[in-house]
């Protein structure tokens, strides 16, 4: 299992992390960002794809 | 011994290009070769949070580093003064010779600078390194007067900083409205409306004639003769390609490393050199999304679709498709975040498609009847879907 966490204070809900790992982050109805604290480690590179792509670079995989 | 894949340029194009190398799996050695002292880092904040913050550090920029490239060579803090493309070398500032078996070229921009008749040093800035910002940090104290010349997104996001520390700040360009190019008349001038509605005075259709001041900056002189009084004075009029080490081989550097659709630089006759590669906003590329004309793209997701590409192809020695990234950027001014697809300064018209301008909106840009662009202030699953539009 991976842990990963966003830092809700930086991060602008621009939504870039949920085209590189859609099982872990979304955009909810209000356009606000959601995501899941923990993932398989199938999704390791997927959730490190998100971490770059962060304009705010408000994402960490907590290792 | 294997000779290594050498990059030049050690910031956010370096470092993803080397995590891609070792992604697609190529085993081999990697050397990254950098004039900054610094690891990689991301920029995009030195104009904004970072130095909105009470304290500018490396720490709170720097890229992570993983445990794929911790074998990777880094050369920070020396500059790449030549090469030799024939005989596969590039040479650094205190002489010593690297070969390489691939050169990747990813050493970026620089800012512009102004020469005045007066051309004073003490109190001017600019942003691009963060010992820029550091230094620009430590004088935007409240009630500064700031001066800012230009008004693109550098410019516009600095104003918005250094007035949120609550500084006097007065935004100079030569056009008639801020940010005009990157995103069209309307939602540039609601931008214009927000910032002012902030307290940023903006003087535009003036440029700076000269600078006052003996040992620093006192004020800056106008072209129309007006003199503005001033404590900080920053540049932020655009940037220029570092190509020069690049002179003297068969290469074509006007307005940036000219690259093929598989980013293979290109000799003068055309032809492409099958070992030099371009990354990042030092690159001239065609993208068919758009047409066939190579653009330089100064978009921070650039770089990284770059290096993807560039790694892959020498990892698996196959080029693939042709490179065609969808360019995205954003910016942050005071309450307003927007986010952006595609390339909107291409655009002769754009129109208003969701929401309302004074609120969250989105705008689509269009050259003739083709799609050029789409931005919007909030409204994000509106904009994030015009990604697939572009994927075709």
Redesign the interface.
């Known amino acids: 299992m991976i842990k990963i966490n966003v830092d809700m204070t ?1 991060c ?5 992390c ?2 590189e790992a859609p099982n872990v982050f979304k ?1 909810n109805t209000d ?1 606000k960002l959601e995501y899941t604290a923990t993932a398989e480690d199938s999704e390791r ?1 997927n959730v ?1 794809a998100a ?3 962060c ?3 408000a994402i ?2 907590v290792d | 011994m294997t000779k290594p894949v050498v990059i030049v340029g050690a910031s956010m194009g370096g470092l993803r290009s080397a995590e891609a190398l070792r992604r697609f799996g190529y085993t081999g050695p990697i050397t990254v070769i950098g004039d900054e002292p610094w690891a990689p880092y991301n920029r995009p904040p030195l104009s904004k949070e970072v130095l909105a913050g009470d304290v500018v550090s490396h720490e709170t920029v720097a890229f992570p580093q993983r445990a794929a490239t911790a074998d990777v060579g880094w050369v920070l803090g020396r500059r790449v003064v030549s090469t030799d493309l024939e005989h596969n070398t590039v040479t650094t500032d205190d002489g010593e010779v690297f070969e390489y078996s691939n050169l990747i070229v990813a050493t970026g921009l620089r800012p512009k600078r102004q020469v005045y008749p007066n051309n004073i040093h003490a109190g001017r800035h600019i942003i691009r390194t963060i010992d820029d910002a550091m230094a620009l940090r430590a004088e935007l104290k409240p009630g500064v007067r700031v001066v800012v010349l230009g008004a693109g997104f550098i410019g516009c996001e600095t104003a918005a900083t250094a007035r949120k520390l609550g500084c006097e700040v007065t935004v100079v360009a030569p056009g008639t409205v801020p940010m005009l190019r990157p995103l069209g008349e309307e939602l540039a001038t609601e931008l214009q409306r927000r910032q002012e509605a902030e307290g940023v005075r903006f003087l535009l259709k003036r440029s700076v004639a000269d600078l006052v001041g003996e040992s620093r900056i006192e004020g800056v002189t106008l072209d129309d003769g007006t003199e503005l009084a001033c404590d900080v004075f920053i540049e932020a009029i655009g940037s220029h390609p570092n190509t020069e080490w690049l002179e003297g081989s068969d290469i074509d550097i006007t307005d940036g490393l000219l690259c093929n659709a598989n980013l293979r630089a290109l000799k003068t006759s055309g032809e492409a050199w099958s070992n030099v590669w371009g990354v990042g906003d030092v690159v001239r590329f065609p993208n068919s999304i758009f047409d066939e004309i190579p653009r330089r793209v100064e978009h921070w997701n650039i770089p990284s679709e770059c290096a993807k590409y560039v790694g892959s192809a020498i990892a698996t020695g196959e080029a693939g498709e042709v490179f065609r990234p969808i360019p995205s950027f954003w910016s942050d001014q005071f309450d307003v975040h927007i986010l952006a697809f595609g390339l909107l300064a291409l655009a002769d018209r754009n129109k208003l498609v969701e929401g309302a301008i004074d609120g969250d909106c989105v705008f689509e840009y269009y050259r003739g009847d083709k799609l050029v662009g789409a931005a919007g202030i909030g409204l994000r699953s509106v904009v994030q879907g015009y990604r697939k539009v572009f994927e075709g």
């Open positions: 930086k602008q809900h621009y939504g870039m949920v085209f955009l356009d590179a490190e971490v770059d792509v304009p705010m670079q960490f995989i």
